[in-house]
Protein backbone atom coordinates (compact mmCIF):
# COMPACT_ATOMS: atom_id res chain seq x y z
CA UNK A 1 0.00 0.00 0.00
CA UNK A 2 0.92 3.57 -0.76
CA UNK A 3 1.31 5.45 2.16
CA UNK A 4 0.77 9.73 2.35
CA UNK A 5 4.46 10.99 1.83
CA UNK A 6 4.76 7.87 -0.94
CA UNK A 7 1.63 9.81 -2.47
CA UNK A 8 2.92 12.92 -2.05
CA UNK A 9 6.33 12.13 -4.11
CA UNK A 10 4.50 10.78 -6.44
CA UNK A 11 2.16 13.91 -7.23
CA UNK A 12 5.29 15.66 -7.98
CA UNK A 13 6.91 13.30 -9.98
CA UNK A 14 3.45 12.90 -12.41
CA UNK A 15 3.76 16.79 -12.95
CA UNK A 16 7.00 15.65 -15.02
CA UNK A 17 6.19 13.00 -16.63
CA UNK A 18 2.87 13.28 -17.82
CA UNK A 19 -0.06 11.18 -16.88
CA UNK A 20 -0.24 10.09 -20.92
CA UNK A 21 -0.54 6.10 -21.61
CA UNK A 22 -1.00 3.60 -24.70
CA UNK A 23 -4.65 1.96 -25.21
CA UNK A 24 -4.33 -1.70 -24.57
CA UNK A 25 -5.22 -4.18 -26.95
CA UNK A 26 -8.74 -5.22 -27.73
CA UNK A 27 -9.79 -8.64 -26.51
CA UNK A 28 -13.05 -10.41 -27.23
CA UNK A 29 -15.69 -9.28 -24.27
CA UNK A 30 -18.60 -10.93 -22.21
CA UNK A 31 -21.35 -11.31 -23.80
CA UNK A 32 -24.72 -9.21 -22.29
CA UNK A 33 -26.00 -12.76 -21.04
CA UNK A 34 -22.88 -14.05 -19.44
CA UNK A 35 -22.75 -10.50 -17.65
CA UNK A 36 -25.99 -11.06 -16.58
CA UNK A 37 -24.96 -14.56 -14.93
CA UNK A 38 -22.66 -13.04 -13.03
CA UNK A 39 -24.49 -10.74 -11.95
CA UNK A 40 -26.85 -12.64 -10.81
CA UNK A 41 -24.32 -15.39 -8.74
CA UNK A 42 -23.10 -11.96 -6.78
CA UNK A 43 -26.72 -11.61 -6.02
CA UNK A 44 -27.35 -15.09 -5.22
CA UNK A 45 -30.57 -15.31 -7.98
CA UNK A 46 -30.99 -17.80 -10.59
CA UNK A 47 -28.67 -18.38 -13.62
CA UNK A 48 -27.73 -19.91 -16.90
CA UNK A 49 -24.18 -19.45 -17.85
CA UNK A 50 -23.49 -19.52 -21.28
CA UNK A 51 -20.19 -21.09 -22.48
CA UNK A 52 -17.00 -19.68 -23.87
CA UNK A 53 -17.21 -19.12 -27.65
CA UNK A 54 -14.71 -19.58 -29.75
CA UNK A 55 -13.29 -15.56 -30.21
CA UNK A 56 -13.93 -16.05 -26.35
CA UNK A 57 -11.25 -18.75 -26.19
CA UNK A 58 -8.79 -17.51 -28.55
CA UNK A 59 -8.57 -14.34 -26.88
CA UNK A 60 -8.54 -15.87 -23.39
CA UNK A 61 -5.40 -18.41 -23.77
CA UNK A 62 -3.57 -14.71 -25.99
CA UNK A 63 -4.49 -12.23 -22.94
CA UNK A 64 -2.81 -14.78 -20.08
CA UNK A 65 0.05 -15.22 -22.37
CA UNK A 66 0.45 -11.40 -23.01
CA UNK A 67 0.18 -10.92 -18.90
CA UNK A 68 2.90 -13.88 -18.96
CA UNK A 69 5.14 -12.68 -21.27
CA UNK A 70 5.23 -8.74 -19.69
CA UNK A 71 5.76 -10.51 -16.17
CA UNK A 72 9.13 -12.30 -17.40
CA UNK A 73 9.96 -9.45 -18.74
CA UNK A 74 9.17 -6.51 -16.22
CA UNK A 75 8.60 -8.37 -12.94
CA UNK A 76 11.22 -10.96 -12.28
CA UNK A 77 13.77 -8.51 -10.40
CA UNK A 78 16.40 -10.98 -9.58
CA UNK A 79 14.21 -13.70 -10.69
CA UNK A 80 11.78 -12.62 -7.70
CA UNK A 81 8.34 -11.15 -8.05
CA UNK A 82 8.19 -7.12 -8.10
CA UNK A 83 5.46 -4.54 -9.13
CA UNK A 84 7.75 -1.79 -10.52
CA UNK A 85 6.84 2.09 -10.16
CA UNK A 86 8.80 3.45 -13.25
CA UNK A 87 9.09 7.42 -13.95
CA UNK A 88 6.76 7.08 -16.91
CA UNK A 89 4.29 4.85 -18.67
CA UNK A 90 7.34 3.97 -21.61
CA UNK A 91 8.75 1.47 -18.70
CA UNK A 92 12.28 3.48 -19.86
CA UNK A 93 13.32 4.21 -16.12
CA UNK A 94 12.72 2.81 -12.54
CA UNK A 95 11.85 4.97 -9.83
CA UNK A 96 11.72 2.05 -7.14
CA UNK A 97 10.51 -1.56 -6.96
CA UNK A 98 7.28 -1.95 -4.82
CA UNK A 99 5.88 -4.97 -2.91
CA UNK A 100 8.97 -6.70 -2.54
CA UNK A 101 7.85 -7.62 0.95
CA UNK A 102 5.23 -10.06 -0.52
CA UNK A 103 7.85 -11.15 -3.51
CA UNK A 104 8.21 -14.61 -1.72
CA UNK A 105 4.16 -15.33 -1.58
CA UNK A 106 3.47 -14.12 -5.12
CA UNK A 107 6.61 -16.30 -6.72
CA UNK A 108 5.14 -19.12 -5.38
CA UNK A 109 2.25 -18.46 -6.80
CA UNK A 110 4.17 -18.04 -10.39
CA UNK A 111 6.09 -21.11 -9.78
CA UNK A 112 2.35 -22.97 -9.58
CA UNK A 113 1.52 -21.06 -12.86
CA UNK A 114 4.56 -22.57 -14.73
CA UNK A 115 3.89 -25.98 -12.92
CA UNK A 116 0.47 -25.91 -13.95
CA UNK A 117 1.45 -24.75 -17.77
CA UNK A 118 3.91 -27.80 -17.69
CA UNK A 119 1.46 -30.67 -16.45
CA UNK A 120 -0.46 -29.90 -19.81
CA UNK A 121 2.16 -28.79 -22.16
CA UNK A 122 5.75 -29.32 -21.11
CA UNK A 123 8.85 -27.98 -22.49
CA UNK A 124 12.43 -27.21 -22.46
CA UNK A 125 11.44 -23.51 -21.96
CA UNK A 126 8.81 -24.16 -19.00
CA UNK A 127 11.93 -26.49 -17.36
CA UNK A 128 14.24 -23.88 -17.45
CA UNK A 129 11.98 -21.26 -16.26
CA UNK A 130 11.27 -23.73 -13.21
CA UNK A 131 14.56 -24.19 -12.04
CA UNK A 132 15.50 -20.53 -12.09
CA UNK A 133 12.28 -19.98 -9.52
CA UNK A 134 13.50 -23.01 -7.42
CA UNK A 135 17.14 -21.37 -7.73
CA UNK A 136 15.27 -18.33 -6.18
CA UNK A 137 13.69 -19.82 -2.97
CA UNK A 138 17.08 -21.66 -2.83
CA UNK A 139 18.56 -17.80 -2.49
CA UNK A 140 15.94 -17.19 0.25
CA UNK A 141 16.31 -19.92 2.28
CA UNK A 142 20.10 -19.18 2.57
CA UNK A 143 20.81 -15.73 2.68
CA UNK A 144 19.78 -14.83 6.04
CA UNK A 145 21.92 -17.21 7.55
CA UNK A 146 19.87 -19.66 9.49
CA UNK A 147 19.28 -22.36 6.76
CA UNK A 148 15.75 -22.92 6.00
CA UNK A 149 14.33 -19.58 6.75
CA UNK A 150 12.61 -17.88 3.59
CA UNK A 151 13.22 -14.28 3.40
CA UNK A 152 10.62 -12.22 1.65
CA UNK A 153 13.29 -10.96 -0.86
CA UNK A 154 16.39 -10.49 -1.54
CA UNK A 155 18.72 -8.83 -4.23
CA UNK A 156 21.67 -6.48 -4.86
CA UNK A 157 22.60 -3.51 -2.66
CA UNK A 158 23.50 -1.64 -5.79
CA UNK A 159 20.05 -2.08 -7.18
CA UNK A 160 19.26 1.57 -7.01
CA UNK A 161 15.30 0.97 -7.50
CA UNK A 162 15.80 -1.88 -4.84
CA UNK A 163 17.69 0.43 -2.65
CA UNK A 164 14.58 3.17 -2.17
CA UNK A 165 12.26 0.38 -1.26
CA UNK A 166 15.01 -1.10 1.58
CA UNK A 167 16.52 1.60 2.95
CA UNK A 168 13.06 2.50 4.27
CA UNK A 169 11.60 -1.30 4.77
CA UNK A 170 10.54 -1.84 8.13
CA UNK A 171 8.75 1.23 9.16
CA UNK A 172 11.82 4.08 8.05
CA UNK A 173 15.34 3.63 8.12
CA UNK A 174 17.59 2.23 11.05
CA UNK A 175 19.89 4.68 12.54
CA UNK A 176 22.11 2.09 13.98
CA UNK A 177 22.36 1.10 10.18
CA UNK A 178 22.53 3.68 7.68
CA UNK A 179 21.24 3.11 4.38
CA UNK A 180 19.14 0.32 5.34
CA UNK A 181 15.62 -0.28 6.65
CA UNK A 182 14.43 -1.57 10.33
CA UNK A 183 13.91 -5.13 8.86
CA UNK A 184 16.52 -5.14 6.26
CA UNK A 185 19.83 -6.55 6.32
CA UNK A 186 23.11 -7.32 4.41
CA UNK A 187 23.37 -11.26 3.70
CA UNK A 188 25.62 -13.72 5.39
CA UNK A 189 28.76 -14.83 3.13
CA UNK A 190 28.77 -15.52 0.25
CA UNK A 191 25.76 -13.28 0.15
CA UNK A 192 27.28 -10.30 1.39
CA UNK A 193 26.19 -8.14 -1.84
CA UNK A 194 22.87 -8.66 -1.28
CA UNK A 195 20.18 -7.27 1.04
CA UNK A 196 17.28 -9.77 2.76
CA UNK A 197 13.44 -8.21 4.29
CA UNK A 198 13.12 -9.97 7.28
CA UNK A 199 10.32 -10.28 9.55
CA UNK A 200 8.52 -13.32 7.46
CA UNK A 201 4.95 -13.73 7.68
CA UNK A 202 2.33 -16.55 6.70
CA UNK A 203 2.06 -15.19 3.58
CA UNK A 204 5.52 -15.50 2.62
CA UNK A 205 5.12 -19.52 3.61
CA UNK A 206 1.82 -19.90 2.25
CA UNK A 207 2.64 -18.89 -1.06
CA UNK A 208 6.08 -20.63 -0.88
CA UNK A 209 3.83 -24.37 -0.12
CA UNK A 210 1.46 -23.45 -2.72
CA UNK A 211 4.08 -23.27 -5.62
CA UNK A 212 6.07 -26.43 -3.72
CA UNK A 213 3.24 -28.44 -4.13
CA UNK A 214 1.38 -27.73 -7.05
CA UNK A 215 4.99 -28.63 -8.71
CA UNK A 216 4.93 -31.99 -6.58
CA UNK A 217 1.34 -32.98 -7.77
CA UNK A 218 1.97 -31.32 -11.35
CA UNK A 219 5.47 -31.76 -12.40
CA UNK A 220 7.69 -35.46 -13.46
CA UNK A 221 10.74 -33.59 -14.41
CA UNK A 222 13.09 -35.97 -11.94
CA UNK A 223 15.36 -32.57 -11.09
CA UNK A 224 12.37 -30.41 -10.81
CA UNK A 225 11.36 -33.01 -7.89
CA UNK A 226 14.18 -33.81 -6.54
CA UNK A 227 14.73 -29.72 -5.87
CA UNK A 228 11.50 -29.27 -5.00
CA UNK A 229 11.97 -31.75 -2.09
CA UNK A 230 15.15 -30.60 -1.15
CA UNK A 231 13.48 -27.09 -0.45
CA UNK A 232 10.46 -28.68 1.32
CA UNK A 233 12.86 -30.93 3.54
CA UNK A 234 15.33 -27.69 4.32
CA UNK A 235 12.21 -25.24 5.43
CA UNK A 236 10.57 -28.04 7.27
CA UNK A 237 13.61 -28.29 9.20
CA UNK A 238 13.73 -25.31 10.08
CA UNK A 239 10.62 -24.85 11.19
CA UNK A 240 10.85 -28.15 13.25
CA UNK A 241 13.85 -26.58 14.93
CA UNK A 242 12.51 -23.51 16.10
CA UNK A 243 8.98 -24.76 17.43
CA UNK A 244 6.51 -24.35 14.24
CA UNK A 245 7.39 -20.60 14.84
CA UNK A 246 8.97 -18.38 11.44
CA UNK A 247 12.43 -17.06 13.48
CA UNK A 248 14.40 -14.90 11.07
CA UNK A 249 17.23 -14.33 13.14
CA UNK A 250 16.85 -11.14 14.00
CA UNK A 251 14.51 -11.04 16.63
CA UNK A 252 11.43 -11.11 14.65
CA UNK A 253 8.77 -13.99 15.08
CA UNK A 254 5.61 -14.51 13.58
CA UNK A 255 3.31 -17.68 15.16
CA UNK A 256 3.06 -20.78 12.56
CA UNK A 257 -0.29 -22.58 13.08
CA UNK A 258 -3.32 -24.04 11.67
CA UNK A 259 -3.47 -24.41 7.96
CA UNK A 260 -0.33 -22.90 7.53
CA UNK A 261 1.32 -25.96 9.65
CA UNK A 262 -1.26 -28.22 7.99
CA UNK A 263 -0.04 -27.48 4.51
CA UNK A 264 3.80 -27.93 5.48
CA UNK A 265 3.37 -31.10 7.15
CA UNK A 266 1.63 -32.35 4.09
CA UNK A 267 4.17 -31.55 1.60
CA UNK A 268 7.27 -32.27 4.46
CA UNK A 269 5.34 -36.13 4.59
CA UNK A 270 4.96 -36.17 0.74
CA UNK A 271 9.15 -35.05 -0.15
CA UNK A 272 10.03 -37.37 2.86
CA UNK A 273 7.85 -39.93 4.71
CA UNK A 274 10.68 -41.59 6.27
CA UNK A 275 12.69 -38.64 8.00
CA UNK A 276 8.71 -36.65 8.67
CA UNK A 277 6.24 -39.68 9.53
CA UNK A 278 5.93 -38.64 12.83
CA UNK A 279 4.40 -35.98 11.99
CA UNK A 280 1.42 -37.90 10.89
CA UNK A 281 -0.86 -37.69 13.65
CA UNK A 282 -0.53 -34.00 14.27
CA UNK A 283 -1.22 -33.84 10.76
CA UNK A 284 -4.29 -36.13 10.76
CA UNK A 285 -5.15 -33.85 13.65
CA UNK A 286 -5.04 -30.42 11.84
CA UNK A 287 -7.18 -31.83 8.92
CA UNK A 288 -10.25 -33.16 11.33
CA UNK A 289 -10.40 -29.67 12.90
CA UNK A 290 -10.58 -27.62 10.09
CA UNK A 291 -13.59 -30.10 9.10
CA UNK A 292 -15.02 -29.04 12.19
CA UNK A 293 -14.59 -25.37 11.95
CA UNK A 294 -17.97 -23.18 10.99
CA UNK A 295 -16.96 -20.90 9.46
CA UNK A 296 -14.06 -21.89 7.12
CA UNK A 297 -13.65 -17.95 4.82
CA UNK A 298 -14.16 -14.36 5.90
CA UNK A 299 -17.02 -12.30 4.80
CA UNK A 300 -16.91 -10.54 1.60
CA UNK A 301 -16.03 -7.37 2.91
CA UNK A 302 -13.65 -8.30 5.69
CA UNK A 303 -10.67 -5.41 5.48
CA UNK A 304 -8.25 -8.50 5.54
CA UNK A 305 -9.74 -10.22 3.01
CA UNK A 306 -6.57 -11.71 1.82
CA UNK A 307 -6.45 -14.28 4.43
CA UNK A 308 -9.02 -16.26 2.53
CA UNK A 309 -6.74 -16.74 -0.44
CA UNK A 310 -4.23 -17.63 2.09
CA UNK A 311 -6.60 -20.23 3.58
CA UNK A 312 -7.49 -21.62 -0.44
CA UNK A 313 -3.97 -22.15 -1.31
CA UNK A 314 -3.14 -23.98 1.81
CA UNK A 315 -6.20 -26.06 1.55
CA UNK A 316 -5.71 -26.54 -1.96
CA UNK A 317 -1.70 -27.60 -1.54
CA UNK A 318 -3.06 -30.13 1.32
CA UNK A 319 -5.35 -31.57 -0.82
CA UNK A 320 -3.49 -32.14 -4.06
CA UNK A 321 -0.67 -34.49 -1.97
CA UNK A 322 -3.15 -36.06 0.12
CA UNK A 323 -3.26 -39.23 -0.60
CA UNK A 324 -5.60 -41.13 2.44
CA UNK A 325 -8.82 -41.79 1.21
CA UNK A 326 -10.60 -40.51 4.31
CA UNK A 327 -8.51 -37.37 4.95
CA UNK A 328 -9.19 -36.35 1.28
CA UNK A 329 -12.73 -36.93 1.27
CA UNK A 330 -12.48 -34.71 4.92
CA UNK A 331 -10.20 -31.91 2.69
CA UNK A 332 -12.53 -32.11 -0.48
CA UNK A 333 -15.36 -31.28 2.16
CA UNK A 334 -13.67 -28.12 3.00
CA UNK A 335 -12.69 -26.74 -0.31
CA UNK A 336 -16.65 -27.66 -1.11
CA UNK A 337 -17.63 -25.01 1.35
CA UNK A 338 -14.92 -22.73 1.06
CA UNK A 339 -16.26 -22.53 -2.90
CA UNK A 340 -20.03 -22.62 -1.76
CA UNK A 341 -19.50 -19.55 1.09
CA UNK A 342 -17.70 -17.26 -1.94
CA UNK A 343 -19.62 -18.58 -4.82
CA UNK A 344 -21.23 -14.33 -4.57
CA UNK A 345 -17.58 -13.03 -4.33
CA UNK A 346 -16.78 -13.79 -8.56
CA UNK A 347 -13.77 -15.11 -7.19
CA UNK A 348 -11.94 -16.83 -10.85
CA UNK A 349 -8.81 -18.11 -8.29
CA UNK A 350 -11.14 -19.58 -5.65
CA UNK A 351 -13.36 -21.56 -8.28
CA UNK A 352 -10.09 -22.65 -9.99
CA UNK A 353 -8.16 -24.05 -7.14
CA UNK A 354 -11.92 -25.64 -5.41
CA UNK A 355 -12.07 -27.24 -9.43
CA UNK A 356 -8.72 -28.53 -9.66
CA UNK A 357 -8.45 -30.06 -6.48
CA UNK A 358 -11.72 -31.79 -6.15
CA UNK A 359 -12.16 -32.36 -10.21
CA UNK A 360 -15.98 -30.66 -9.89
CA UNK A 361 -15.60 -29.18 -13.51
CA UNK A 362 -19.07 -29.47 -13.96
CA UNK A 363 -20.13 -26.90 -11.14
CA UNK A 364 -21.73 -23.78 -13.60
CA UNK A 365 -21.08 -21.14 -10.72
CA UNK A 366 -17.53 -22.52 -10.60
CA UNK A 367 -17.02 -22.06 -14.61
CA UNK A 368 -18.61 -18.74 -14.87
CA UNK A 369 -16.22 -17.49 -12.20
CA UNK A 370 -13.50 -19.21 -13.89
CA UNK A 371 -14.36 -18.32 -17.51
CA UNK A 372 -16.25 -15.41 -17.14
CA UNK A 373 -13.92 -13.36 -14.82
CA UNK A 374 -11.11 -13.83 -17.09
CA UNK A 375 -12.84 -12.99 -20.02
CA UNK A 376 -13.32 -9.21 -18.18
CA UNK A 377 -10.31 -8.74 -16.64
CA UNK A 378 -9.07 -6.14 -18.13
CA UNK A 379 -6.03 -5.85 -21.34
CA UNK A 380 -2.36 -5.30 -19.91
CA UNK A 381 -0.67 -3.90 -19.11
CA UNK A 382 -1.89 -3.29 -15.63
CA UNK A 383 -1.12 -0.18 -13.78
CA UNK A 384 -2.81 1.38 -11.16
CA UNK A 385 -5.35 3.30 -11.82
CA UNK A 386 -7.79 5.38 -10.03
CA UNK A 387 -11.37 4.02 -9.33
CA UNK A 388 -14.57 5.80 -7.78
CA UNK A 389 -17.66 3.65 -7.53
CA UNK A 390 -19.39 5.47 -4.57
CA UNK A 391 -21.67 8.03 -7.03
CA UNK A 392 -21.75 5.38 -9.99
CA UNK A 393 -25.72 5.14 -10.18
CA UNK A 394 -24.80 1.68 -11.40
CA UNK A 395 -23.38 0.55 -8.37
CA UNK A 396 -25.58 -0.36 -5.34
CA UNK A 397 -23.60 1.15 -1.92
CA UNK A 398 -23.16 -1.00 1.17
CA UNK A 399 -21.44 2.11 3.14
CA UNK A 400 -19.07 4.77 2.18
CA UNK A 401 -16.10 2.23 1.69
CA UNK A 402 -18.04 -0.96 0.02
CA UNK A 403 -20.49 -1.63 -2.60
CA UNK A 404 -23.29 -3.66 -1.82
CA UNK A 405 -22.00 -7.07 -4.62
CA UNK A 406 -19.02 -7.86 -6.37
CA UNK A 407 -17.77 -5.61 -8.58
CA UNK A 408 -17.01 -7.48 -12.41
CA UNK A 409 -12.90 -7.49 -12.61
CA UNK A 410 -13.07 -4.30 -14.95
CA UNK A 411 -15.29 -2.17 -12.55
CA UNK A 412 -12.38 -3.16 -9.42
CA UNK A 413 -9.81 -1.18 -7.98
CA UNK A 414 -6.87 -2.43 -9.93
CA UNK A 415 -4.73 -4.40 -7.27
CA UNK A 416 -1.47 -6.54 -6.95
CA UNK A 417 -3.78 -9.55 -7.02
CA UNK A 418 -7.44 -9.34 -7.58
CA UNK A 419 -8.83 -12.04 -6.26
CA UNK A 420 -6.79 -11.55 -2.39
CA UNK A 421 -8.65 -8.16 -2.35
CA UNK A 422 -12.40 -7.52 -1.35
CA UNK A 423 -14.40 -7.56 -4.70
CA UNK A 424 -16.53 -4.48 -2.80
CA UNK A 425 -14.11 -2.19 -2.47
CA UNK A 426 -15.68 1.08 -3.72
CA UNK A 427 -12.76 3.40 -4.70
CA UNK A 428 -9.28 3.57 -4.26
CA UNK A 429 -5.85 3.33 -6.69
CA UNK A 430 -4.12 6.13 -8.03
CA UNK A 431 -3.34 6.83 -11.81
CA UNK A 432 0.57 5.99 -12.11
CA UNK A 433 3.13 4.60 -13.89
CA UNK A 434 2.98 2.00 -11.33
CA UNK A 435 2.81 -1.41 -12.67
CA UNK A 436 1.27 -4.77 -10.96
CA UNK A 437 2.13 -8.01 -12.11
CA UNK A 438 -0.57 -10.08 -14.05
CA UNK A 439 -0.58 -13.42 -12.32
CA UNK A 440 -4.07 -12.89 -11.10
CA UNK A 441 -5.07 -13.50 -14.83
CA UNK A 442 -2.27 -16.15 -16.03
CA UNK A 443 -2.55 -18.42 -12.92
CA UNK A 444 -6.27 -19.14 -12.70
CA UNK A 445 -6.07 -19.28 -16.33
CA UNK A 446 -3.66 -22.60 -16.25
CA UNK A 447 -5.52 -23.62 -13.11
CA UNK A 448 -8.90 -23.58 -15.29
CA UNK A 449 -7.30 -25.51 -17.98
CA UNK A 450 -5.99 -28.23 -15.82
CA UNK A 451 -8.74 -28.57 -13.80
CA UNK A 452 -11.21 -28.63 -17.40
CA UNK A 453 -12.98 -25.19 -16.75
CA UNK A 454 -11.49 -23.50 -19.51
CA UNK A 455 -11.33 -25.15 -23.05
CA UNK A 456 -8.40 -24.77 -25.17
CA UNK A 457 -8.19 -22.24 -27.92
Known amino acids: MLRNGTRMALAVLLSAVGMGRAFPDAFAGLMPAQEEALKAIARGTA ?5 MNDAQKRDLSKKAQEYLDIYQRYH ?50 LRKGILSVLDAFDLLTKVSGP ?19 YKVYGRGEDPERPG ?8 VEPYQDLVWLGYSSRDTYDGAIFGFATTLAYVTDREILDRTRQLVERVGDRLISDGWDILDGKGNRTRGMGVFKMAWMRAMLSANPGKFGSLTEEFRRLCSELSQRQKVVADIRYKEYFANNLSFICVFATTILEKDPEIKKLLTDVLKRMQDETASHLNAHFAALYAAATGDKDNSKVRAAVQ ?9 PKFQREVDLSKDPNQESFDEDYTKYAQLPHERVTTDFMWQRSPCVSHGGSNLPYELPGIDVFLP ?7 GVIPAP
Open 372 to 380: GLLIDFPAP
Open 76 to 125: LRNSLNADVWYKDYDRKEVYRLEGVGDSACWTGHYLAALSLRWHLEPSEE
Open 180 to 187: LGKRAYKG
Open 47 to 51: FTWPE
Open 445 to 451: YWMGRVA
Open 147 to 165: VGYIARYAGPASDQGYREY
